[in-house]
């Protein structure tokens, strides 16, 4: 059964910081893996989406890696900002017992992060 | 492009009664994914549907249910609602084929509580 774990589970920093979050899974067996961002009661943004195929994603100010082999997934934000203040969730597809995934996202229990001016 | 809507947004029912949920993917995505958002569990997989079909079942019980149709747009139903089914549900949309994985786009969700 894969499992997703994210550390730390919270974060705090003063604003322009680089920040490094990080995201292991147990099965290495994955499709892909999807970094999103959620604030309180909202839905999610995708942030990232890596290819198992892929190393890495980069958006702007954000860079997402990946190693498949180690389980390991991490998430950079440079020059960090009040407004990156969220909770921050990684999440894998791998194939169930059939050979298939459709869908199914495996998520860890996110990253709060908090930029303080 | 619109982005995958939900309705309603926010909903408060009785234990025991049943509540159908609304899901209207993205244009062009035929793929829609249901999730449970829970403080103590946090997002867990419930079903997605392709095509009409559901593809992909999580571990819930019976009393959670879904369907899809022909516009891809997707419901999902509880009945006999528990104390514990109070939670975000979110749905997400992707325009996953039967081949590659693509990223999924969620909703703002819909707020359940049951009282």
């Known amino acids: 059964k894969q499992e997703v774990t994210q550390i730390p589970a919270a974060l705090s920093v003063p604003e322009g910081e680089n920040l490094v979050l990080n995201c292991s899974f147990t099965?290495?067996?994955?499709?892909?893996l999807q970094w999103f961002r959620q604030d309180p009661g909202k839905g999610l943004t995708s942030l990232l989406l890596?290819?198992?195929?892929?190393r890495e994603q980069t958006s702007g100010r954000l860079n997402a890696s990946l190693d498949k082999s180690s389980g390991r997934s991490t998430l950079y934000i440079a020059a960090s900002q009040p407004g990156d203040s969220a909770t921050y969730l990684c999440?894998?597809?791998?194939?169930?017992?059939?050979?298939?995934?459709?869908?199914?996202?495996?998520f860890g229990q996110g990253t709060i992060l908090t930029v303080h001016p | 492009k619109a982005g995958v809507t939900q309705t309603p947004r926010y909903l408060i029912k009785t234990r025991g009664q049943q509540v159908t949920l609304s899901c209207s993917p993205i244009?062009?995505?035929?793929?829609v994914s249901w999730y449970q958002q829970t403080p103590g569990q946090g997002l867990q997989f419930l079903f997605e549907?392709?095509?009409?079909?559901?593809?992909n079942k999580g571990n819930f019980p019976g009393r959670f249910s879904g369907r899809q149709f022909s516009n891809s747009r997707s419901e999902m139903n509880v009945s006999t609602l528990e104390l514990g089914d109070s939670a975000l549900y979110l749905c997400?949309?992707?325009?996953?084929?039967?081949?590659?994985?693509?990223?999924?786009?969620f909703g703002p969700g819909t707020r359940l509580t049951v009282t």
């Open positions: 549907y392709f095509s009409e079909t559901q593809r």
């Open positions: 099965d290495s067996a994955i499709y892909n």
């Open positions: 244009s062009g995505h035929r793929s």
């Open positions: 999440a894998v597809e791998v194939a169930n017992a059939g050979g298939t995934s459709y869908g199914k996202l495996t």
């Open positions: 997400a949309s992707s325009t996953s084929g039967t081949s590659l994985h693509h990223e999924q786009y």
């Open positions: 890596i290819q198992s195929s892929q």
